[in-house]
């Protein structure tokens, strides 16, 4: 068997991927499918973690943009995660797969608090640690940009539409990215192919991608920004929304 390139993965999964062919809540036929892919991912990776978002039930800065308290949504955010942990928790165990979910919100009688050497150490015995309830958004650098972005699409229905467009673009583009650059290293591996990109790509590791990923950010919003300033989408956008008159 092939040696895994990467020994530990911390795996982000969208909350929204839980509902299935459903708009709101958590789908078990989705769920059961996504475990058995994560425990097919495992076996090309022998340490797995997971992050599982709550958008399924609730956004707590989408409810902030709306009037809600913005610490108390994003507590009702942070529960959401644990709801989804659970549920994912409980579909790898009938797999056979020995999981524990660690919560930043202490409440013991259905997860253990987050501890970083007790993680680690469930990390390297095998099973398969499932990190619920982090730290809001709001306290960190890209989440008081992201809190200004959402608050700024959610005001005007043209500004979501141009806020979605942008970054439905960006996650195509980065996927490609990192899709392509693990391919690429693969086939070198596997191919033995020769040569100063094959060779590049055989070595890229992780933080590189990491770096990459962060300039196609920055790119993205500074590009998104000039087009909707300088091509002055809302402008347009209202003078054909206005009615003609008869």
């Known amino acids: 068997m092939t040696r895994p390139r990467f020994n530990r993965i911390l795996l982000k999964l969208s909350g929204e991927a839980l509902m299935g062919q459903g708009q709101f809540g958590i789908d078990p036929d989705a769920v059961d499918a996504l475990a058995r892919e994560i425990l097919t991912a495992r076996e090309f990776c022998p340490e797995l973690c997971l992050v599982v978002g709550g958008g399924n039930i609730f956004r707590g800065m989408a409810a902030a943009a709306k009037g809600f308290d913005r610490a108390t949504a994003d507590y009702m955010g942070m529960l959401a995660t644990v709801m989804n942990a659970l549920a994912v928790q409980g579909a790898l165990e009938k797999l056979g797969a020995e999981t524990r979910v660690q919560s930043a919100i202490p409440m013991s009688s259905v997860s253990e608090p987050y501890i970083r050497r007790r993680a680690l150490r469930h990390i390297e015995k095998g099973r398969i640690v499932l990190f619920a309830a982090g730290m809001a958004l709001l306290d960190t650098i890209d989440g008081s940009f992201m809190n200004y972005a959402y608050g700024w ?41 020769h040569g100063s990109l ?49």
Request: charge should be positive; hydrophobic fraction near 60%.
């Open 153 to 193: 699409a959610f005001s005007q229905p043209v500004r979501k539409v141009f806020y979605n467009i942008a970054i439905t673009g960006l996650s195509v583009a980065v996927a490609l990215v990192i899709g392509t650059m693990e391919l690429g290293g693969l086939l070198a591996q596997q191919l033995g192919a």
């Open 198 to 246: 094959w060779a590049w790509l055989e070595r890229v590791n992780i933080n590189t991608l990491g770096f990459i990923v962060v300039g196609m950010f920055i790119a993205t919003w500074a590009i998104a920004a000039a087009l909707w300033r300088f091509a002055r989408i809302e402008e347009r956008w209202s003078v054909r929304s206005e009615p003609t008159a008869e």
